[in-house]
């Protein structure tokens, strides 16, 4: 008889310990095997056009926000021209790994048609021609952008764009060296910092 309750008293143990197993191991499975970060922040998109001014022109692409070393991003809009927008992202460690920082946004432009990867070259291109004076004549600045670096598809319209902004740039006196450099605003809100301010001391 005593052997009886002896094998019921283990079965019902090795059954316990059976389920309270089952019940652990997924928990265990599922933490990730290090901390996953995630970065959030936001980034300044500029409308490319030819109008655009070279505040916009530098400023697009500017990511900042709390985990970044600026923390927070121009005074909007750089002027009464000025079509730049910002767009919040979230990205966890491994996706920044694979380079998505990079691509946030697709770029808005007035070339109809334009690729996104072409818009980013072009936005690089102006980014550096125009960082040095401004070549008296169109066809020199067009061939500082190097358009023959783009879809054979795009160059017609590429040129139109390109010999508008010359006029453009001409026409606003930005030549010299740097022509008007990117305005980098230190009177920006603080919307984006932390509670500085220390709470008001009662006596
Ligand atoms: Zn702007």
Redesign the pocket.
């Known amino acids: 008889m005593n052997q009886i309750w002896i094998v019921v008293v283990v079965m019902a143990a090795l059954l316990i310990f059976t389920r309270l197993r089952a019940r652990r191991r997924p928990e265990r499975e599922q933490r990730p095997p290090g901390a996953t970060l995630r970065i959030q922040g936001y980034q300044v998109s500029?409308y490319v056009h030819p109008h655009?001014?070279q505040?916009?022109l530098y400023?697009h692409g500017m990511q900042f926000g709390k985990g970044f070393r600026r923390k927070v991003g121009p005074a909007?809009?750089?002027?009464a021209g000025?079509?730049?927008e910002v767009t919040p992202f979230s990205f966890t460690s491994s996706e920044v790994f694979n380079g998505a920082l990079r691509s946030v946004s697709a770029i808005r432009s007035s070339i109809a048609g334009l690729p996104a990867a072409q818009a980013a070259q072009l936005v690089q291109r102006l980014k550096a021609v125009e960082a040095r004076p401004l070549p008296d004549d169109a066809p020199a600045y067009i061939a500082a952008v190097e358009p023959q670096a783009f879809a054979a598809q795009m160059r017609a319209a590429l040129e139109d764009f390109l010999r508008e902004r010359h006029r453009f740039l001409r026409r606003r006196g930005a030549s010299g060296p740097q022509g008007e450099p990117p305005r980098l605003p230190d009177n920006a809100s603080g919307e984006l910092a932390g509670p500085g301010a220390e709470p008001a001391k009662t006596t």
């Not at 909007?76 to 002027?79: G, N, S, T």
Request: aromatic residues 0%.
């Open positions: 500029a655009m001014s505040a916009c400023d909007l809009p750089h002027d000025c079509q730049c």
